[in-house]
């Protein structure tokens, strides 16, 4: 499983890359996004899987009984779930705000501060 | 004993101290600030006229062992007539300026900027270590490049300023080169201890000696104007004729000659030395002469007269006999006094009239009669007609090239041509604007005293000191000498040498002369012929390096800093390909052990499929709904993957966000315009050459990493200590909140932030110029 984890990290990084090279504004966010998705993986990933073994202590114990899922990567993943989002939700307002005073979202007409 | 070299800094520091007191901004125009300035050159003056003799002296006031170099200054013959003519014409300078500045803005500024450069040459002429006489040197080129740019507000004096910077700049860093070599043969960088002859033999001999010695003449010769670096000097005329006079006629470009002349006795008597100065010092001095006689701008005509005069100084200092010595000694002074006397006269009559052009000048003789006075004794002077000091001059040049073995026709004939034109050119300035009927300027009056009284002051010393040579004989010119050639000379200055060869040189001289004077008349089309022969040489090198380096800059800037995110990107991602790629290539086993692995069951399979559909879709969609809303799914299977694989609390955080990330999109871009469709080109395959690339190396970094044991050491600890420290059993959660509190506090501020970027551009309400319709 492993293996194919590593191929779709890959994937969601090319994928991601892509559209960051893309004239459009709405695919250069869409390919952050993947971007995002794919780094999270990978973080995920390299702190090792298992299966059914959550990092939570079970109900009368006070410490872990049985193997658990590093809780280090997972704390990590989650704060960088929540801050992209903030750079995602910025970015997207930025995008609509900016097609609302040059009319257009192609990146390569936004290179100069001058009216085209 | 205290010395009067050692008193030399408290000098310095008044002088350093004077240009602070300048330069800070006064209210008035021609404030008593500006006025009191001349005071400090004359005081100057007096110090070095009454302190010193001609005998040397040196002073060591700093050193360090670990230093090869030292603060140390040392006076001498040649020093003390350097540091004479720099505060006293500069004195005078300072009060000439003081009058032709007068109601103009920023008269302080340019006091200052005189006195920075008066205190740069004064360290040149004085320092003893090389080292220090280099950076001394540089300051003359810096505050001179401000003076040169004085009138900031036009373009030609910028380029002007650039381009004297730029050249003698370039020749003081060769010249440092120079120096360092220098230095290290010698074994020592202070220069009165090269002067022993077995130093001296050490020198000569060493098989660096001729790089060595090229480079300090290359340092020489740009600062000096020589041909073919004489370039800068005719345009450095841009300055106020203040500067001019002061820089270009006593100072700044016998910077150049005082160095020869203070390496004459150490490197002086060597073939490339001889063969160099006299080939650059011959071929300028002709060049300009000839140059300077068809100009109509007056300063032109001096800036090329000064450069001829230059040239005659290199050539003598070339030649090394007692004769050449004495001839050049003499000449520095003599040339000082009628060639400032000159450029003040230019100046006044610019003031005055608004012209320096002498076809429109014509019959000054009568409104400005002492004027008229220092421009004949200047000529007077410069021509070398008896009994002015400039025969004395004159003299002594023939005298050194006809004794000269061998070449002696050659040096003779040079030398009197070039003096004939520099005759003729004399008069052009300071006769031809006097005589004739008064055409123009109908209101002329003689100007306010400070403008033609320093100049009478030179004219007048110059005859002055013609009529009685032994006023300077054995004060002045005699030490020099001795500097020069390094041993006891013997000079005796006199008028009258009876009837030789050189008295009818001296003859020949002032009649061709003359008769050059009354057949050339300067004008446009003489002036487009001579122009066209100073279009080539260095001038045009250094114009195309300076090109050259813009083009450069321009080409790099274009291609680097094209403002295209796709350039920057893929230039970015290339180097990480190539850097990591190569890394991981080197690195990697590739080898995969099967056992570590989990197994792949069909739901996952299954899973991972529609991702990778997702994803596609993601990539391909022509419709941005469908973009975004498979981009969607892509979170929601990475939220299935989560769960999989015991990450309940990613599984929830990835599907909130991944929710509100679509719905934001959906909501706030249905608006904007369909993708741009772009037929397939070229552009797709790179872009997805590189992104396949940067994929592949994640995929086989991330394999690469799984073949080796993690380290769960603090996983551990938190493990251990969730609940005992904590209380806490959600093991994610406690570090959040409780072990990393304050790193999740800081990540709420980046969210607020973010936030009310959010909410205050969709508050933002634009000016009505700021719209685009």
Known sequence: MEILLAITIGLLYAAG?????????VRLIIGLILLGNGANLLIFLLGRISKGKPPIIPEDSKVFLDAYADPIPQALILTAIVISFGLQAYAIILVKRAYRVVKTDDIEEMITTDEI | MDSAVEKLPILFLCILLYIIVLAIPSV?????????????????????????????QTAVLWSHDLLPTQ????????????????????????????????????????????LLFMLAMLGVVLSDDLIMLFIFWELTSVSSFFLIGFKNEDEASRKSALQAISITGLGGLVMLGGFIILGEIAGTYAISEMHNPETIATITSHAWFTPMLIFILLGAFTKSAQFPFHFWLPGAMKAPTPVSAY????????????????????????????????????VTMIYAAFQALFRTDMKSILAYTTVSALGIMVFLLGMQSSDAIAAVSLFILVHALYKAAFFMLAGTIDHETG????????????????????????AWSNGGVPPSVGFLGKDLIYESTLAYPGLN??????????????????????????????????????????????????????????????????????????????????????????????????????GLGFLTYLVIRPGAGMLGFIESAERFGPRRILHG?????????????????????????????????LILGYVVLAETTFTIDIDMLTNITIYEVIIVGILFISVFLTLFSGSRLAAVAAMGVVGYTLCIIFVFYSAPDLAMTQFTIDTLTVILFVLVLYRLPRFIRLDFSPRHILDGLVAIAVGALMTIISLEVLQRMPEREISDYYALNAYVLAKGKNVVNVILVDFRGADTMIEIVVLSIAAIGVYSLLKLRLRKNEKME
């Open chain 2, 545 to 577: 390096i300076s090109h050259g380096f813009i083009g450069l800059s321009d080409w790099i800037t274009k291609i680097l800093q094209n403002g295209k995110l796709r350039i920057y990107l893929l230039v970015i991602l290339g180097f990480l390909v």
């Open chain 2, 71 to 114: 603060l140390s200054f040392t006076i001498d013959g040649l020093g003390r007539l350097f540091a004479l003519l720099i505060t006293g014409i500069g004195s005078l300078i300072f009060i000439y300026a003081n009058g032709y500045m007068k109601g103009a803005k920023y008269t302080q500024r340019l006091q200052s900027f005189l």
């Open chain 2, 409 to 510: 026709y050659l040096l003779t004939g040079v030398s009197v041509g070039t003096n004939i034109m520099l005759f003729a050119a004399g008069l052009l300035v300071g006769w031809m604007p006097f005589r004739g009927k008064k055409i123009s300027h109908k209101n002329l009056q003689l100007p306010a005293p400070s403008l033609w009284v320093p100049a009478a002051v030179l004219a007048v010393l110059g005859m002055l000191f013609g009529l009685f040579p032994s006023l300077i004989n054995d004060s002045l010119i005699n030490p020099v000498a001795n500097s020069i050639s390094g041993q006891p000379e013997d000079i005796h200055l006199k008028l009258w040498h009876g009837l030789n060869t050189v008295l009818y040189l001296s003859l020949l001289t002032m």
């Open chain 2, 247 to 282: 820089l270009h006629s006593a100072t700044m470009v016998k910077a150049g000659v005082y160095l020869l002349a203070r390496f004459s006795p150490i490197l002086g008597d060597t073939p490339v030395w001889t063969i160099a100065l006299i080939s650059f010092g011959g």
């Open chain 2, 28 to 56: 008035r125009k021609n404030g008593l600030r500006s006025k009191l300035s001349p005071l400090i050159p004359i005081g100057a003056f007096l110090f070095f006229l009454l302190g010193f003799d001609g005998n040397k």
């Open chain 2, 355 to 378: 012209t320096r052009d002498i076809s429109k000048l014509s019959g000054l003789k009568t409104a400005m009669m002492p004027l008229f006075v220092i421009g004949i004794l200047a």
């Open chain 1, 17 to 25: 890359i892509f559209l960051i090279l893309r004239r459009s504004m």
